[in-house]
């Protein structure tokens, strides 16, 4: 396949293409930075919120498959204005200027959030929650998916809903980065927040083989992509002590504590393994030794 990856130039673009292109497919990255240096054909340049200027990128392209990654995915992210253009606009506008410029038999995979569940009471959480979300990022992303309905009509559309998942090249203002990044470079102490949450947390590659075979087998509709279990912050710290070989100091910051905080977030993937089989090859452990050791 000819596969348009858009937000090329970040951590799951990254490797995601890495990962489609050692199976074959050719990838045309979208970057909204000039300064993406990741080995692809070619990188096209725009604005997803600038219409004009998505479809002077796009005229004369042809692809089989978008991956759509590009969105504001920090959910402290300061500009809640620009978490919404970005994750709504910029999503209806890359559609909307693809299907123009092509048949509309082209395969769209949308990445959504499994934070749109919010702090549910219904564990584990399938595809069949409802909507509860609790920050703007995770609203963002259901207005998305709402404006995704319409268009479903008219274009195949794949939506993944990732939960938390982490690797190699991930920005250090995400939790696990920080905390490895504590550990490999010696820190004494380390400031954290909520230290009673649990998480579900996947390996970036996994969460990419998973697009990939969805787009590979032609499989539409909605899937959560998670590893079916809540990781506390207290195993995660101990895990990182014995692969490092040394102890940190934790000290709740209370800047770091957001009141509206999810506190357990735990998905089922069996739709999704059902429909492309079994993905999952690193479990936490083999993901943090991957994250210390490079």
């Not at 693809?98 to 919010?118: K, M, Q, R």
């Not at 357990?264 to 936490?284: C, H, M, P, V």
Request: charged share 20%; net charge negative; aromatic share 8%.
């Amino acid at each position: 396949m000819r596969i348009l990856v858009t937000g090329a130039s970040g951590f799951t673009g990254r490797h995601f293409i890495t990962f489609a292109k050692s199976k074959g497919h050719e990838c045309v990255g979208l970057s909204y930075s000039r300064s993406y240096d990741n080995d692809v054909e070619h990188t096209l340049h725009a604005n997803l919120n600038d219409k004009t200027s998505l479809q002077r990128a796009l005229d004369g392209q042809r692809f089989d498959a978008v991956v759509h990654l590009a969105a504001i995915s920090f959910v402290a992210h300061g500009d809640i204005d620009e978490i919404y253009t970005t994750n709504l606009l910029g999503t209806t506008n890359l559609i909307d200027v693809v299907n123009s410029i092509s048949d509309n038999s082209i395969h769209f995979l949308i990445a959504s959030s499994g934070n749109i569940y919010g702090n549910t009471q219904k564990l584990p959480i399938t595809e069949e929650n409802e909507f509860k979300p609790a920050n703007d990022y995770a609203a963002s992303k259901c207005a998305m998916e709402m404006a995704l309905k319409v268009r479903s009509q008219n274009t195949k559309i794949t939506i993944v809903r990732p939960f938390n998942y982490t690797g190699v090249g991930q920005a250090e203002h995400f939790l696990i980065p920080k905390i490895v990044k504590a550990f490999k470079t010696n820190q004494d102490t380390i400031e954290l927040g909520n230290l009673d949450i649990a998480r579900d947390f996947s390996d970036v590659r996994d969460v990419v083989s998973a697009y990939l075979l969805l787009l590979e087998q032609g499989h539409q509709g909605t899937f959560n992509v998670c590893s079916g279990r809540a990781v506390a912050l207290s195993e995660i710290l101990n895990l990182c002590e014995q692969l490092s070989g040394r102890n940190m100091k934790v000290v709740v910051n209370p800047d770091f504590v957001r009141s509206n905080e999810v506190k357990t977030l735990f998905g089922d993937d069996s739709k999704l393994r059902k429909a492309i089989g079994e993905y999952r090859q690193n479990n936490l452990e083999q993901t943090l030794e991957w994250m210390i050791k490079n």
